[in-house]
Nanobody, 121 residues
Framework: QVQLVESGGDQVRTGGSLRLSCSAS????????MHWYRQTSGQQREWIAS???????SYAPSVKDRFTISRDSAKKMVYLQMDSLKPEDTAVYYC???????????????WGQGTQVTVSS
């Protein structure tokens, strides 16, 4: 069974930094893409960053130039370095991976349980 576990959420002041981590465990053949989303109460989950198997990275305009996504494929981990944090970055942050299980022909979609980031002014 595949599990994703996020860590690194905390409370910081405006302008501060945090680094989120997400670790995948279980029988995984290949990870196709890794993503970070965030969600605030009453709002839809918002995509914020992606990194592909080819190391192509993309960001939502709201976090571009402040957040950096990276990965360690060997460790099956994805990271989100968050700098210049603002109160509007306050949310639960989720990692998401599209990955191939052994002998699977199509990728499966997995989510972590989320980690809370709170930015105070």
């Amino acid at each position: 069974q595949v599990q994703l576990v996020e860590s690194g959420g905390d409370q910081v002041r405006t302008g501060g930094s945090l680094r989120l981590s997400c670790s995948a465990s279980g029988r995984i053949a290949t990870i196709k893409a890794m993503h970070w989303y965030r969600q605030t109460s009453g709002q839809q989950r918002e995509w914020i960053a992606s990194i592909t198997q080819a190391d192509s990275r993309s960001y939502a305009p709201s976090v571009k130039d402040r957040f950096t996504i990276s990965r360690d494929s060997a460790k099956k981990m994805v990271y989100l370095q968050m700098d210049s944090l603002k109160p509007e970055d306050t949310a639960v942050y989720y990692c998401n991976m599209q990955l191939f299980l052994p002998q699977a022909w199509q990728p499966s979609d997995y989510w972590g349980q989320g980690t809370q980031v709170t930015v105070s002014s």
